[in-house]
């Protein structure tokens, strides 16, 4: 008889979900971290694998992730203390939100959702588009470039989307200020860059927000 | 002036001597918007036109792009909620439900069944609203202008109930994380029974006008066809995706806040043309309602909120008496309530598609990214794909039939 039995093992070694097992079959140095919280699993990746990983998760018949939810980008630069927040050593991720969609017609999908998370370091914000294997990653993939500053290679239509096209900066980098941008106009001269006139504030008052920035300019 | 054949098939020069080819010259580039009344708002469409026929159309959008999600990082999870209105500004409860239950995620709360079911009338109530924003301006924009009256008119006895309850029409806030603001107050039951045995009347009325119009339907069958195929891939979803003949609706494939206890159908579309969303739409305007009734036969009595004076404050009546009531109440209004660290995305069915929340927890009671899956904005992308060989006249319908919210869409 063994030392430990088989809930030990369990206790020790949760079982890993399908879609991390076929990725480590078939990229076995992909996967960075698996983490679960509240039933949703997400899986980190190094950003080489990206669009492997999302081909595969759309292609292979057990995972058959078919609707591309969308993508989001997050920044961890922690401004107040230096270095990443969280805990993590790259300063951008991008998520990839996956579902597959159960399909009465056809039979297909699980009824799952998956996040593939790239992790991005800041030295080489970018990473490979998967507009060729999800169509509905365009207008994300754009939102992401405008916001964070993290170009797609591959990328049909890379333009800024929300912002205007000559702003400069990318304001949901922790570093842009919040407020106290001068409005731009066509040269395109006055929006703050980022690491100029940068304002650190806890968000409680209007003033805070805004006063470094305005008396600078 | 008529050109030969000889003329249209042979490169010829400009007046600046450049060559040009006469057969690709014969396309066209129009700017629709951003301020056109059909573009549901400022939202400009550039088509590129080879005579009237569409052979692309691309959104260009983010005219009243206010920074919504850069702003919730820099709010309390409480305060963020009233940022959440103002992105689909016709179903802003949707939006307070989809975040709320995001909190509620990273938090590993649920309310109490009374919380629930007044957390759906809400919704459902506001989904029947949304949607007769969408018929009246999509009606108007064919050309159908006495449906744009007939629906403001009713929309407006829906907005009175959701002022009876929050005592605002259109930016509620009512719920929040833990539950919601404030129990119904007396009388609104009987009279949101009121309101909604009225409704089903008004419903035939909106059918009568247009149903069966043959120029209703000229306009709108056979328009803007998408499959089901598409949609997955572009990330298509809600009533655009139902009009392709996919019975999928997140209320019942992730049942939550108590909908799995409500018996009601998804309708379904065809062909997936403008015409069978608009079908789709109108059917499930019918469901809400049924929802709604159920729910108010239903309706459980107990507390509203969940109860952690973590997450929820006190009541008014116990801060008299109670210094720990008061101390819980000021932690929580000048601290807010700290989740743990993770991250959490709910879906929900809003009235547009699939609404989600992504939020990334630091443990602090400010979220660290605060992101919107934004429905119209990922719906809008199908756009071009249903533009493609249509006339200019199409793009009005076509628009009208995704339901787009600009204030969703440039956040």
Request: hydrophobic fraction near 35%; aromatic fraction near 8%.
């Amino acid at each position: 008889m063994t030392e430990s039995t088989p809930n030990d093992t369990n206790d020790t070694k949760p079982k890993e979900c399908i879609e991390v097992r076929k990725i480590r079959e078939t990229y076995p140095d992909a996967i960075l971290e698996v983490n679960e919280f509240r039933g949703d699993t997400r899986i980190t990746i190094n950003k080489e694998y990206v669009h492997d990983v999302i081909r595969l998760m759309r292609d292979d018949q057990e995972l058959d992730f078919n609707f591309f939810s969308e993508c989001l980008g997050v920044d961890y630069l922690n401004t107040q203390e230096g270095g990443y927040a969280l805990g993590k050593d790259h300063r951008f991720e991008v998520v990839y939100n996956l579902y597959s969609l159960p399909d009465k017609r056809t039979g297909r999908g699980r009824n799952r959702r998956i996040f593939i998370k790239a992790a991005i370091p800041e030295d080489d914000c970018s990473v490979t588009s998967v507009t060729d294997i999800y169509p509905g990653a365009n207008f994300p993939e754009r939102e992401i470039y405008d916001m964070f500053g993290i170009t797609f290679t591959g990328h049909p239509d890379l333009r800024r989307i929300l912002m205007s096209d000559d702003w400069i900066g990318h304001p949901q980098r922790k570093d842009y200020p919040l407020g106290g941008e001068r409005v731009q106009f066509p040269d395109g001269k006055f929006g703050p860059s980022v690491g100029e006139g940068v304002v650190q504030h806890p968000g409680e008052s209007f003033f805070g927000k805004t006063a470094s920035v305005i008396e600078k300019n | 002036m008529a050109l030969n054949s000889d003329q249209l098939n042979t490169p010829s020069l400009n007046a600046e001597g450049i060559q040009i080819d006469p057969i690709e010259d014969t396309k066209m580039v129009i700017n629709m918007g951003p301020h056109h009344p059909s573009t549901h708002g400022v939202l400009r469409i550039v088509l590129e036109l080879d005579g009237e026929v569409i052979i692309k159309a691309t959104p260009h959008m983010g005219f009243v792009h206010t920074g919504i999600e850069k702003e919730g990082e820099y709010q309390t999870y409480l305060k963020a909620v009233t940022l959440t209105d103002r992105m689909d500004y016709v179903s802003a409860s949707l939006n307070n439900m989809a975040y709320t239950m995001a909190v509620e995620k990273l938090l590993g709360v649920e309310p109490p069944p009374r919380g629930q079911y007044l957390r759906v009338i809400m919704c459902e109530l506001q989904r029947i609203a949304s949607h007769m924003v969408w018929l009246g301006t999509h009606a108007l924009d064919i050309g159908a202008m006495t449906m744009f009256f007939f629906t403001f008119r009713d929309r407006e006895k829906l907005l009175d109930l959701t002022e009876m309850m929050s005592g605002v029409r259109m930016m509620p806030s009512w719920i929040v994380p833990g539950g919601l603001r404030g129990d119904a107050p007396e009388g609104y039951v009987e009279r949101v029974k009121k309101v909604i045995d009225e409704l089903p009347r008004r419903f035939d009325e909106y059918e009568i006008l247009i149903d069966q119009n043959p120029i209703w339907r000229e306009r709108t069958q056979g328009i803007g066809m998408i499959t089901p195929e598409e949609c997955y891939s572009l990330g298509v979803s809600g009533p655009t995706l139902r009009g392709s003949g996919v019975p999928h609706d997140l209320r019942k494939a992730v049942p939550y806040s108590s909908y799995d206890q409500f018996k009601f159908e998804i309708p379904v579309g065809e062909y997936g043309d403008v015409y069978d969303r608009y079908r789709v739409r109108m059917a499930e305007m019918r469901q809400s309602r049924e929802i709604v009734k159920q729910a108010l036969e239903n309706l459980p009595d107990g507390p509203i909120n969940v109860d952690d004076r973590k997450i929820v404050p006190p009541p008014r009546e116990e801060l008299d008496h109670s210094m720990e009531a008061v101390i819980h109440h000021f932690k929580i209004w000048t601290e807010g309530i700290h989740p743990p660290v993770g991250e959490a995305y709910v879906p929900i069915e809003g009235p547009k598609g699939e609404l989600g929340f992504y939020l990334v927890s630091n443990g602090s009671s400010y979220p660290w990214r605060m992101h919107e899956r934004p429905p119209s904005f990922m719906n809008l992308q199908a756009l071009s794909k249903m533009c493609e060989g249509r006339l200019i006249a199409d793009v009005v319908a076509i628009i009208g039939s995704i339901d787009i919210i600009l204030g969703e869409i440039d956040r």
